[in-house]
C-alpha cells in the first residue's frame, strides 16, 4: 500500500488559542509526543494557516477575538478536504450548550481545561491514526475505481448467481450496453453461446461453471446489444466480500487478434503467442550477448530467419561503429537492473544498415540466470524523416546549399574559432544583377534552373571547407576561413564573377549573368556575425553602384554612402509624391538640313535642398528600387502631354522621344499602359518614339520582337539607344521591328581620336541603310564630329553641338523661332 500521508506520529497539528501560555504548553506536550506543530492566536488566522499546511488535526479554542473557535472550526468544514480532518475543542466551557455548540460547529471531540494530558495523548493519537487510515482507504477505493472506470479491457462484478453488480466503462464500449441496462441482469446477456462451436469458449453463466473459470483466461464468444457476436478473452478472479463470493471478470475483444490468426492460419504454431504477433522485435539475450531467442519477424526487417540469430552475439549483428557502445550498454543493464532505452544501428543481412530503437529489461529465469527481453523497433524510416526535417531547416530546399540559419550558426563558430587562434577569415557577400528581370520574363523555371547552376559554379570556386549560403532570392554569402590576407578573398571573388559571366544554357535560352560582390574581412571590418554581414552587403551595394560585375572591398566610407542610398530612395519617393521631377528637352537636328525634326525628354529632379539633380545621381537607384516604373510612367505621361499642347499651340508637330528602363520594358502590361496614357493626353501614336538600349533588347530576344510588335501596331516609332555598347545579333536586329539605331556617344566622342571608333560609326550607319532603318548620333559636340557624320550619311544628331537638354519653356522658344542648325 503506497503511503499518501505523514507518519502518524510525524502528523502536522494545528494549535489554535488565543493563549500565548497555553499555545506554548501545547506546542511543548505535542512535539514531545513526535507531532509537527502550527500554531494560530485566533479563528481568522487558524483558516489561513489552514489553508497553508493543510494540518492532520487541529486543537481549538473556543473564546478567541476576531474569529471564535466555533465559527472557525464551521468554516474549516466548508474547505475542500476539511471535511475530515479531526478537531478538538479545547476549552474552558464546559456546559451542555456549550458541547452541542462545538459538536454543531463540526467538532471531533471534545476537552475542557485544565487540559487532562494523558486523555489529551490518547484522543490525539486515536483520532490521527483513525483519520489516517480513512483517509488512507478512501484514496484507496477511488484508485481502484480510477483503474477499473479508465482500463481498455471490460471489467465486470457478478455474483456467484452470474447476476451483473459493476459495468465499467469500457464494457460499455464492448459490448454497447449502458451500465444501467444491465445492472442487476445475467451476464448471460453478453454471451452468444449459440455461435460458439469451440468447446473451450463456452461459457454457461446459468449452470454456475465460474468455478472452472476462476483463475485462468478463457476465450468465448459475446453478443453485443445489437445482436452482433465477436470473440473476447476472459479472465476470472474470485474474492468474498459482504458474506458472498464475487468474480470479477476482465473481458478483452480480441475481433483484431482473430482475425490475424485466420489470415495467418498457416503460421499459427510460428505467432500462437501474443509476442510473436507484435510488429516490434522481442529478443532474448545472455549475460554474455547471445541471442537466445529471437521472434519471427527479425526475418522480415533484419533478413535473419531465428535460427539464424540464436546463437550470434548481439555485436555480430550491430554496425562496427556501435558495437562497442551496445555491449556496455547490456553491461549497465545487468549491473543496474533497470529498463535501458537504446538506440543503435544493425547490418541487414543483405548489408543495409537500418537503425532500431531498444528497450532492454532484466529478468531472472528459475534457475536464477540473468537475462534481457529486449523490445525493439525499426526507426530507419522515421530517422530518415528527421534527418530530412532537420536538413530542411538548416538548408535551402531549392539549392541544397546551406540557409541564413545554418550559415549564422558556422559563421558565429568560426568567429570564436578564429578570435582563439587570433586569425583572419572574410565574408562574400553576392547578388546576381538583372535577376528578377530574367525571373518576371521567362518564369520562375527557368529562374530556379539559373539558381542552382549558380550555387553549383559558386561552390567549385571555393575549398572544402568553406560555406556557400543562399540567404534568399537571388542573394548568397561564402565564409572564407583562415584566408590569411584580403587579396585571397579577392582571388576567390575574381573566379566567381568570371565563371558567373559565362553563358547559361537554360530550357533552350542562352543567358549571361553577372554578380555584384561585397567583401569584409575579420576583425577588420566588424567582429560579430550582424556586423559583418551588414558591411558585406554595404561593400556589395557599392559593387552594384560602380557598373555590377565587380567585387568591393569593405571601407568604412562605405555605411556613410549606404545611408546616402538609402536618404535618396527615401528622397525619390517624396520626390515622387511631391511632384519635384520635371522634364527637358534636347533636339533632334536633320543633317539635311539643319531643322528641328524631334525632341528627347530628359529627366531632371528639382529637389528642395540640392537644386537640380541629373540622372545619373538617381536613376541607378530608381532601377535598383523598382521606383523607376511609375518615375517611367511619370515621364511618358508627362511628355506626351506636354507635346499635345505644342501641337494645339500651332508649332510643326515633331516626335517626343522617350527612354524605357529595363524594368519597364520587361512588364507584361507595358504597352496597354503606353495605350491608356496616349489616350487620356490625345497624342497620336506615331508622334511617340519609344527608345530601349541595346542590352536590354538583346536580354531576351524572343520576348523583346513580341513586345516591340504590339508597340509598332499600335503606331509607335521605335529606337534601339546605346547602339554598339551590347552584342547584337544580327538575325535578332533584322526581326526587331525598329525604325531608328541611336550610334552610342562613347563613339562619337572618340571619332577624332583614332579610326577604330569612326570604323564603327561609319558601319552603324551602314548597317542602318542597309537595314533601312534611320541612324542618329547622340553626344555630337564638335563640327569636326558633324561634318564626319555627314559625310557617312547619318540622318540625325543631337548633342551639345546644337543644344544641351532644355527647360520646356525654353524649347518651346526654339519651335516658336524655328531655330535651325547652319553650319
Known amino acids: 500500500m503506497i503511503n499518501y ?55 481549538m479554542d473556543c473564546v478567541m477575538p476576531v474569529m471564535n473557535g466555533f465559527t472557525a472550526c464551521a468554516h474549516i468544514r466548508q ?67 480510477t483503474i477499473i472506470e479508465n482500463a481498455l479491457d471490460g471489467i465486470i462484478t457478478i455474483n456467484s448467481g452470474g447476476y ?12 454497447g450496453h449502458k451500465a444501467v441496462e444491465v445492472l442487476g441482469e445475467n451476464a448471460n446477456i453478453l454471451v452468444d453461446n449459440l455461435n460458439c462451436t469451440e468447446k473451450q469458449c463456452y461459457l454457461d453463466i446459468a449452470s454456475l461453471r465460474l468455478e472452472e473459470l476462476a483463475g485462468e483466461t478463457r476465450a468465448m464468444v459475446a453478443r453485443r446489444k445489437e445482436g452482433g457476436s465477436f470473440p473476447v478473452e476472459i479472465t476470472a478472479s474470485r474474492f468474498r466480500a459482504m458474506g458472498e463470493i464475487l468474480y470479477t471478470l476482465i473481458i478483452r475483444d480480441i475481433s483484431e487478434r482473430k482475425r490475424k490468426e485466420e489470415r495467418f492460419r ?38 535473419y530467419s531465428p535460427a539464424e540469430i540464436k546463437g550470434k552475439q548481439i555485436a555480430e549483428l550491430t554496425y562496427f561503429e556501435d558495437a562497442d557502445d551496445v ?92 578570435k582563439r587562434n587570433k586569425q583572419v577569415l572574410a565574408v562574400l557577400f553576392l547578388d546576381l544583377d538583372r535577376f528578377k528581370l530574367i525571373n518576371d520574363t521567362l518564369g520562375h523555371g527557368v529562374g530556379d534552373q539559373i539558381l542552382k547552376e549558380v550555387s553549383i559554379r559558386i561552390t567549385a570556386c571555393v575549398r572544402e571547407d568553406d560555406t556557400v549560403a543562399r540567404l534568399g532570392g537571388d542573394e548568397f554569402t561564402i565564409l572564407l576561413p583562415e584566408v590569411k590576407l584580403a587579396e585571397n578573398a579577392a582571388k576567390v571573388a575574381g573566379k566567381i564573377l568570371e565563371t558567373i559571366n559565362k553563358p547559361f544554357e537554360i530550357y533552350g535560352h542562352k543567358l549571361y549573368l553577372s554578380t555584384s560582390i561585397g567583401i569584409v574581412i575579420y576583425p577588420d571590418d566588424g567582429e560579430d556575425c550582424e556586423t559583418l554581414l551588414k558591411n558585406a552587403d554595404t561593400a556589395m551595394y557599392l559593387a552594384k553602384e560602380k ?20 536618404e535618396m530612395e527615401s528622397s525619390l519617393r517624396r520626390a515622387l509624391e511631391q511632384q519635384e ?23 531632371r529632379w528639382q529637389h528642395p535642398q540640392r537644386g537640380l539633380v541629373p540622372p545619373v545621381e538617381f536613376i541607378p537607384i530608381a532601377e535598383d528600387t523598382g521606383l523607376i516604373v511609375p518615375i517611367g510612367e511619370w515621364v511618358l505621361r508627362t511628355a506626351c502631354i506636354q507635346n499635345k499642347e505644342w501641337q494645339k499651340a500651332g508649332y510643326t508637330p515633331i516626335r517626343v522621344a522617350v527612354n524605357i528602363s529595363s524594368r519597364q520594358f520587361q512588364l507584361q502590361n507595358l504597352a496597354d499602359t503606353i495605350s491608356r496614357i496616349l489616350a487620356e493626353t490625345g497624342l497620336e501614336p506615331n508622334w511617340l518614339e519609344l527608345e530601349i ?44 521591328p525598329i525604325n531608328k539605331l541611336k550610334i552610342d556617344k562613347s563613339f562619337i566622342t572618340n571619332l577624332s581620336r583614332g579610326n577604330e571608333d569612326a570604323a564603327i560609326a561609319s558601319t552603324v550607319i551602314v548597317l542602318g541603310r542597309s537595314l533601312r532603318i534611320g541612324v542618329v548620333a547622340e553626344g555630337v559636340e564638335t563640327p569636326e564630329q558633324y561634318n564626319f557624320l555627314k559625310e557617312c550619311n547619318c540622318d540625325e544628331m543631337q548633342g551639345y553641338l546644337f543644344s544641351k537638354p532644355v527647360p520646356a519653356k525654353e524649347f518651346e522658344r526654339m519651335l516658336k523661332e524655328r531655330i535651325y542648325y547652319n553650319p
Open 266 to 303: 498457416e503460421s499459427e504454431e510460428r505467432y500462437r503467442t501474443l509476442t510473436e504477433n507484435m510488429y516490434d522485435l522481442i529478443s532474448e539475450i545472455d549475460i554474455n550477448g547471445f541471442y537466445l531467442y529471437a521472434s519471427p519477424n527479425f526475418e522480415d526487417v533484419l533478413g
Open 5 to 59: 500521508f505523514r507518519d502518524s506520529k510525524r502528523a502536522l497539528v494545528l494549535v489554535v488559542d488565543d493563549s500565548k501560555f497555553m499555545r506554548f504548553k501545547l506546542r511543548e506536550f505535542l512535539e514531545n509526543e513526535g507531532y509537527l506543530v502550527e500554531e494560530a492566536e485566533n479563528g481568522e488566522k487558524a483558516l489561513a494557516a489552514y489553508n497553508l499546511h493543510k494540518p492532520d488535526m487541529v486543537l
Open 693 to 736: 538600349t541595346e542590352s536590354v533588347a538583346m536580354e531576351n530576344g524572343e520576348y523583346t520582337i513580341q513586345m516591340l510588335e504590339k508597340l509598332t501596331k499600335m503606331g509607335i516609332q521605335l529606337s534601339i539607344d546605346d547602339f554598339g555598347t551590347g552584342y547584337s545579333s544580327l538575325s535578332y536586329l533584322n526581326r526587331f
Open 79 to 145: 474547505i475542500h478536504g476539511g471535511e475530515r480532518v479531526p478537531i478538538i475543542i479545547i476549552t474552558s466551557l464546559y456546559d451542555d450548550k456549550d458541547v452541542d455548540q462545538a459538536y454543531k460547529a463540526g467538532a471531533t471531540d471534545f476537552i475542557t481545561k485544565p487540559v487532562n494530558w494523558a486523555v489529551l495523548r490518547n484522543r490525539v493519537g486515536r483520532l490521527i491514526k483513525a483519520s489516517v487510515t480513512e483517509r488512507t482507504l478512501g484514496l484507496s477505493e477511488a484508485f481502484a475505481q
Open 581 to 603: 521631377f520635371v522634364l527637358f528637352y534636347q533636339p533632334k537636328i536633320s543633317i539635311e538640313n539643319g531643322q528641328i525634326i524631334g525632341m528627347e525628354a530628359l529627366i
Open 327 to 418: 555491449m556496455k550498454e547490456l553491461n549497465n543493464i545487468y549491473e543496474h537492473k533497470n529498463t535501458e532505452h537504446l538506440i543503435a544501428r544493425f547490418v541487414h543481412k543483405d548489408g543495409e544498415i537500418r537503425r532500431f530503437e531498444s528497450t532492454g529489461k532484466t529478468y531472472k529465469t528459475a534457475s536464477g540466470d540473468s537475462r534481457i527481453v529486449f523490445v525493439s523497433r525499426d526507426i530507419t524510416e522515421r530517422q530518415r524523416y528527421e534527418d530530412t526535417i532537420r536538413y530542411q531547416a538548416f538548408h535551402d530546399a531549392l539549392t541544397g546549399l546551406p540557409n541564413r540559419m545554418l550559415f549564422t550558426d558556422r559563421l558565429n563558430l568560426e568567429l570564436a574559432h578564429t
Open 164 to 175: 451483473i453488480l459493476t459495468f465499467n466503462k469500457a464494457a460499455e464500449s464492448i459490448f
Open 547 to 566: 557598373g555590377r560585375n565587380n567585387y568591393q572591398l569593405y571601407t568604412p566610407t562605405m555605411n556613410e554612402k549606404a545611408f546616402e542610398r538609402l
